[in-house]
């Protein structure tokens, strides 16, 4: 390997580092100031279904957490997961990140409990999960294929989140972010078409 494919894999992983340690950052910092400076108010700006109001939690809610363990159990599949689609395209990041955030806040916004309030990165995790998990389905290449069976393996179990079990935790959050995941990867992961002369 040329000293130039080298400086260029390190500014790539750099970028990746940069990226994904910003976000985590924000996510913390957040949190941070809601506990010591806001009081937990800040949670307020979560989605709350159909009600016009709510609307705005559909960008707020991934950056709002119940407490430190609520925000540290996303935070490690959210950097896992997050790179994995990385390594790819970097685009693709921003990319799925938007479409799950779409989905999946629209999604808890019709259907969510009435007069509740929902937070959280894990629809955005569970966006990254779909995602990965789909992706070789759609683009049919051995690397896409390879990783998915990889990511079923690693995470598999998290499936289960998008049903109905535990009170109190957004299994809507978790079920659209999965379909969100689903249609980016349907999306960005069309099979590739060979050159014709």
Not at 150 to 171: C, D, E, K, N
Not at 183 to 192: T, V
Request: positive net charge; charged residues 10%.
């Amino acid at each position: 390997m040329s000293n130039s494919e080298i400086k260029s894999i390190t500014r790539e992983l750099q970028a990746h580092a940069a990226i994904l340690g910003g976000c985590t950052a924000l996510l913390w910092i957040i949190e941070i100031a809601d506990v010591f400076v806001f009081g937990g108010r800040l949670n307020a700006f979560g989605i709350r279904p159909r009600s016009l109001e709510g609307l705005e939690g559909i960008l707020f809610m991934p950056f709002l957490h119940g407490n430190f363990a609520h925000l540290a159990a996303n935070t490690l599949p959210f950097l896992t997961l997050g790179w994995l689609i990385m390594l790819r395209e970097v685009s693709d990041f921003f990319i799925v990140s938007a479409v799950t955030i779409l989905v999946s806040g629209v999604g808890v916004w019709l259907t969510g409990a009435p007069n509740s309030v929902h937070i959280g990165a894990s629809g955005l995790v569970f966006g990254y999960f779909g995602f990965l998990l789909l992706r070789g389905y759609f683009e049919r290449s051995f690397t896409a294929i390879f990783m998915s069976l990889i990511v079923g393996f690693l995470y598999g179990s998290l499936i289960w989140g998008v049903l109905p079990a535990q009170p109190g935790v957004s299994w809507q959050a978790h079920f659209f972010g999965f379909v969100g995941g689903a249609l980016a990867a349907q999306l960005l992961g069309k099979p590739k078409q060979g050159i014709k002369n």
